[in-house]
């Protein structure tokens, strides 16, 4: 069942040729994970990180519609640049771990991390380190990065999903579920098994709508608002299209909200027309102000196979 979001913004056949990058070094992510307006931003660590709860709604190919609500301590870029690294890791066929007598122990661990509010579905599963996950999201591998990034490992085990069906605007409670976004065992020993969530897990085994999110591409932004940008318009955007959408919409999506005043607004502006730039100066991507509207802008990204 891939998922799209409802309300979708205006596209228009591309006249350029399709960019093609045959790169390998890909994460597999799932759509709604990708487009979920909040679930990672960019926060101010001078406060406490506040706590959050979403909910959006995706229309289904079969015109259901599914509700998805997330709910923990608010997730931030570098969350989403461990949560990505994660999806890259075991998104390569040759690490994934399949349940044996050997490692049964830390399988049963990880369920019981994922909290399932029904009979545990399948689950993609692989071995890593804090270190390999250092290096696969561009990161240094000193203590405090290590100790970082084992946090935001802890921060996405505590968030939670619920999905549900809508039936006439209304929650069907018989098809609701709930889990864990990831679920880990073992991290503070050094090798550690780590787990995604079923959505995540039927978009790699290709049940699901997947998003191919270039690794290369991410690691090379250096600001959080364009990796979260670029990481939304990676799973919005279609390779064979040019698509037109408005400033404040990106603002939206970049953090969930507009800001709380008009000063605020510009500011998000700014920086989002800053993270634009970045983005089309990556192989492939086409980012253009529209020549009567410049809040407006057409966005093309390439095909990665």
Partial sequence: MALKKNNGDAIAPSKKPVCIIERMDCAQIERTHAMTDG???????????????IAQQFKSPGGSTVGLEWQGVQLDITDQQVFLAILRIVSEKSRQIQKNSENAEPWSELVKGFDFSVEPPNILVAKTSLYEICKVAGFSDG????????NSIHRMQCTRCWVY?????????????????????GMKDGDAYIGVNPFLTKAVL????VTYLDMTHIRALRNDVSKRLFLWLSAWSRY???QSIGLDRLVKHVWGD??????ALRKRRMKVRTALVAISQLDGWTVDAD???????????PRYQ
């Fill in 39 to 53: 679930l990672f931003r960019p926060i101010d660590h001078k406060i406490e990180r506040p706590s959050f709860h």
């Fill in 206 to 209: 290709g049940t699901f709508q």
């Fill in 165 to 185: 069906l809508l039936e006439g605007g209304k929650i069907d409670r018989r098809m609701e579920s709930s889990f864990s976004l990831i679920a880990h065992w």
């Fill in 291 to 301: 020549e009567d509207d410049p809040t407006l802008f057409q966005i093309k990204r």
């Fill in 258 to 263: 507009f800001g709380k005043d008009g000063a």
């Fill in 143 to 150: 203590g405090e990065v290590l100790e970082s990034v084992y």
């Fill in 240 to 242: 064979d299209w040019r």
